[in-house]
């Protein structure tokens, strides 16, 4: 019995040598970037966390043997990329191309200019651009540029319905000031929407999106081991769920504390270790959205229901969402971010009016101290502790659900305190390649690279989706997040399309990366693994 306790104790005891390890100890040490960029976000609430996050620090020690090893491979990269000037580069991002004057963005009068950088890439080189484009878009110039579209259209009889359509929709609420419905799409685009679908003549890519939306073709399926997929499709009839669950219990990695939480319902073949998260998020979640999306297109009603009884059935059945210190923000701010959106979306029907006071309630009392907790007390003491690289996809997540949620509920606060955990999200999240942190490890970073951009780009996508629809959802109330960081998300989008492209076509990534086969955290997610960007 003593040698048991005595294994049981072992990680804590290799956890304390490493506390009392000189600090200068490059053995135990963990705060390279390098190290804190692979190991930083691991939880050390256990102390089997703790043997891991240990390991993780030594996998990624660099040594000084290593460091100057970088050094000389980045000063020869950056000969390489001297020589390498693109041959083609893209006409949007070419300082002296044909679109480079084309815009009239009358400076001075409405708006101020601004440089941004933004990475172009021909093969695996690339140089970095500078561009001059409005520093922020006021309130005033987004809703000036929209009211003169609109009374465009009013004059084109052709046109007209679209015009009509927007004044009948739409609505501004006198407390908050928001304009309602307004989620990804605002009352213009729906108008639009609606339009062009139900004109087919109409020549555009909104017809094949529809079709897309409605049947799922050419989406790839995330499938699962087994091979259940969640549904790519949006059906007026036969969905699977609603599948709410009285109490979730999401662990880290996505796993549910307890099977017996799962749904009576809960799909034959899918993982049931995973339920919380395949019925809040992979299937209610994605499927609420969906067919509040179908209903706009179509007018019928049937896809209106099927959004509202998923939001619904959550509303009235779920009683606990957890594990505060595990997946349970992360997983509150995916469902809250699509439900929201799609009740926004459905806010003006009858029953999407009878189900919007109980659906604030729920969120308030169950969804949003998850996140509250996890922004407002474990970030900033985290940050008051001095960790490093604290901003992650997480923030830009519950960024988003609160922005969306803060629409829906009319609420001023909660909307404006999802604005600012985005400006301070992109601005840590987006760091790299700008200031103090564009040489990392004696290698010159990409703009355009986020912290997780070494991790895997899995968990970047995740952030930068988050990131991207919180800023819709803002722009389309007016405010301009889009500018954050210096046009980061710009930079971002480039970077991480080169490397998502790369791997798809089976080539290198570029210079400064190299991919991962192991020793970072994509090994956690098999299906990241090819998408691995790692520094060279």
């Not at 219990?249 to 339920?275: H, M």
């Not at 829906?408 to 955990?421: F, M, P, Q, S, V």
Request: glycine share 8%; with cysteine; net charge neutral.
């Amino acid at each position: 019995m003593q040698f048991r306790q005595l294994l049981l104790l072992l990680p804590c005891l290799v956890l304390l040598v490493a506390l009392l390890a000189p600090a200068g100890s490059a053995e135990f040490a963990c705060n390279s970037e390098r190290q804190v960029v692979s190991c930083g976000q691991l939880p050390v609430e256990t102390a089997s966390q703790q043997a891991e996050y240990i390991a993780c620090c030594q996998a990624n020690v660099v040594t000084p043997a290593a460091a100057a090893e970088a050094t000389r491979v980045a000063a020869a990269a950056a000969v390489v990329r001297q020589e390498l000037q693109p041959a083609q580069m893209r006409p949007d991002l070419d300082p002296n191309g044909p679109r480079s004057t084309s815009l009239n963005f009358r400076w001075g009068s409405c708006l101020k200019r601004r440089l941004v950088v933004m990475p172009t890439f021909v093969g695996t080189s690339w140089t970095t651009v500078k561009q001059t484009v409005p520093s922020t878009l006021s309130r005033n110039v987004i809703n000036s540029v929209r009211d003169r579209a609109l009374s465009i259209l009013a004059t084109r009889a052709a046109l007209s319905s679209v015009h009509n359509t927007y004044a009948s929709i739409t609505s501004v609420n006198a407390a908050s000031s928001f304009v309602h419905p307004a989620g990804l799409s605002g009352p213009a685009e729906l108008a639009t929407l609606r339009f062009r679908v139900a004109n087919p003549n109409f020549r555009s890519p909104q017809l094949g999106a529809f079709s897309v939306l409605l049947s799922g073709e050419g989406v790839p399926p995330k499938t699962y081991p087994g091979g259940w997929a969640p549904p790519t499709n949006c059906p007026a009839e036969g969905y699977a769920g609603p599948l709410a669950m009285s109490k979730v219990q999401v662990l880290y990695g996505g796993r549910e504390a307890d099977s017996a939480n799962c749904p009576a319902n809960f799909p034959a073949g899918a993982p049931r270790d995973i339920c919380g998260h395949i019925s809040f998020v992979e299937m209610d979640g994605q499927m609420a959205i969906k067919q509040a999306m179908a209903y706009w297109a179509t007018s019928d009603m049937r896809y209106a229901n099927n959004a509202l009884s998923i939001i619904e059935a959550w509303t009235n059945t779920n009683a606990a969402f957890g594990l505060q210190k595990e997946n349970g923000p992360l997983e509150a701010g995916w469902g809250l971010a699509c439900m929201a959106k799609a009740l926004e979306l459905l806010r003006d029907l009858p029953r999407g009016r009878a189900i919007l006071p109980s659906f604030v309630a729920y969120v308030d009392n169950i969804l949003m101290p998850l996140m509250d907790t996890y922004v407002i007390g474990m970030t900033i003491t985290a940050l008051r502790n001095g960790a490093k690289n604290v901003y992650g996809n997480w923030h830009t997540t519950i960024a988003d659900a609160m922005i969306s949620f803060g629409v829906l509920a009319d609420d001023r606060g909660r909307y404006n305190i999802g604005t600012e955990l985005f400006m301070n999200a992109t601005r840590d999240y987006l760091k790299w390649g700008r200031g103090m942190m564009s040489t990392v490890d004696g290698v010159q970073r990409i703009p355009g690279e986020c912290t997780e951009t070494l991790r895997d780009i899995y968990h970047a996508e995740f952030g930068l989706g988050s990131a991207l629809q919180a800023a819709e959802m803002a722009f389309q109330q007016g405010d301009d997040l889009y500018m954050a960081g210096g046009h980061a998300l710009a930079s971002a989008m480039e970077l991480h399309a080169r490397i998502i492209m790369a791997d798809k076509k089976k080539e290198e990534p570029p210079l400064g990366f190299k991919w991962c086969v192991a020793g970072c955290w994509c090994h956690l997610v098999p299906q990241a693994v090819l998408l691995c960007a790692y520094a060279t």
